[in-house]
């Protein structure tokens, strides 16, 4: 198949627009250099005192005000998540409480490469994995306005021949591996990071993962060639989410796995959430989720700095505005079918259950469910599940519908169904106080019955 057979369709509103743009900027911007070499170069020596101001820039008031409002301190812990195809930072903060919230979501202006790891210099990628940022990657004198960075390449990293050095966050609208979150973006993150770091915290967890690690996404790029990789980011995640504590990753046998967090009860709350979640990218294969891998030519930026952009702002450097036109495509390896197929597509509370922070069960109950799965097993789907033999189940009782939390509705009352689903409609009886014949019943569940005229 030729090259322009498979190359997805361009925006070309959108790539003149931005091309016009950038032309402007770039008149006398001069030659684009990797932000790994511009992150570390020193500004001009007649600017010290700009530099110093940038870097002890106070954290802004309504950003100090929302701490307030969340029950942390300004130089509590602090712990940063990447997502590059939703192209957002986010900041979360240690409560007095000891638990991770989440503070903030900073747009990112500009990624580059594509969704995966980074493998080699010069491959253009930004990160993905889980890597720790101390006070002496913070600098304050990047020629990229503010910067830190995020300590690629780290065990795992190493362990797969990673190469390249320098992959930062940043300001400007530019990137060659980087996160380019703007000036302000920037300026703002750094302040949180320096606040966090001053206060006794000897060096913060910077998470950077392709994609929101939900159960229905793991299953939408489950045939990705990368699914074996963030099947492992998604251990990390869940283990955070589960508890509210960074997960201390390891690296065993070339593979991420993770330390027992020192409490049973937590180190509970996070096995349940991991078999939780591997039931649910099941059921969403079962259920005929599509498979899909996003296809980008260099990168991607938030959809806010793309609207600017189209409207003639002014970013500043932006680095490849014309690959902007070609970022997240999905290209479909295999359609939806069944219940994904129908509009809306796949639900997404299915098997949810309740929240993991709230639901607490005993550790012994989880560790034994657990005792099959081994410490760092792929979370992989199992195969495409059967549908139920027809004729009707009988229901469980109430409780256990409560304990299910999954129910379905019928003509005239709610039916819990057993497990496994599908989910189904099934008709009930319908009856009527009008000391007239019930009249004959359809076979649809849910439709008018047929009346005779004498009901007239």
Not at 23 to 31: E, H, M, P, V, Y
Not at 242 to 259: C, K, M, Q
Request: glycine share 8%; with cysteine; net charge positive.
């Amino acid at each position: 198949m030729r090259e322009s057979e498979t190359r997805p369709p361009s925006r070309p509103g959108l790539l003149a627009r931005l091309l016009r743009a950038s032309r402007r900027r770039r008149a006398t911007a001069g030659l684009v250099v990797s932000c790994a070499l511009l992150s570390v170069l020193p500004l001009a020596a007649a600017r010290p005192a700009k530099a110093g101001a940038r870097s002890e820039a106070p954290v802004p008031a309504a950003t100090l005000a929302l701490m307030r409002a969340k029950g942390v301190a300004p130089d509590a812990p602090i712990l940063m998540r990447a997502y590059k195809k939703e192209s957002e930072i986010e900041v979360w903060k240690r409560n007095a409480e000891g638990r991770y919230v989440h503070l903030k979501t900073f747009p990112i202006c500009r990624w580059s490469g594509a969704l995966g790891p980074k493998r080699r210099e010069g491959d253009r990628q930004t990160v993905e994995g889980f890597y720790s940022v101390a006070a002496r990657q913070m600098n304050p004198n990047s020629a990229y306005y503010l910067s830190f960075d995020t300590g690629y390449p780290n065990a795992y990293d190493r362990a797969h021949g990673g190469s390249g050095s320098a992959l930062m966050v940043h300001g400007t609208c530019s990137s060659a591996g980087c996160f380019a979150m703007t000036d302000k973006g920037v300026a703002e993150l750094y302040a949180l990071a320096r606040d966090a770091l001053r206060g006794g915290q000897a060096a913060f967890q910077f998470q950077a993962f392709p994609f929101h690690m939900s159960a229905q996404n793991m299953a939408r790029y489950r045939a990705d060639p990368n699914i074996g990789f963030w099947r492992q980011l998604k251990e990390g995640s869940d283990r955070f989410e589960a508890t509210g504590e960074p997960p201390e990753p390891l690296v065993l046998g070339g593979r991420y796995a993770f330390a027992p967090y020192p409490d049973a009860e937590k180190e509970a709350l996070a096995l349940a959430r991991r078999l939780r979640e591997t039931m649910r990218i099941s059921k969403y294969v079962a259920l005929g989720s599509a498979s899909v891998r996003t296809t980008y030519v260099d990168g991607g930026q938030h959809p806010s700095f793309t609207a600017q952009l189209a409207r003639g702002a002014d970013l500043g450097m932006v680095s490849r505005p014309e690959a902007l036109a070609y970022a997240g495509f999905d290209e479909v390896l295999s359609p939806a079918r069944g219940l994904c197929a129908r509009k809306g597509g796949c639900p997404e509370t299915i098997m949810a259950g309740p929240s993991p922070a709230r639901a607490k069960p005993a550790a012994g109950d989880v560790l034994a469910a657990a005792a099959d799965l081994a410490p760092n097993a792929d979370m992989t789907p199992a195969a495409e599940m059967a549908p139920e033999p027809a004729g009707e189940a009988t229901p469980p009782d109430a409780a256990a519908s409560r304990a299910a939390g999954r129910i379905t509705f019928a003509a005239a009352r709610v039916v819990a169904l057993r497990q496994p689903e599908p989910t189904t409609l099934r008709p009930t009886r319908l009856s009527y106080e009008l000391q007239l014949k019930t009249p004959p019943q359809t076979l649809i569940a849910g439709a008018m019955p047929i009346l005779p005229d004498a009901w007239f």
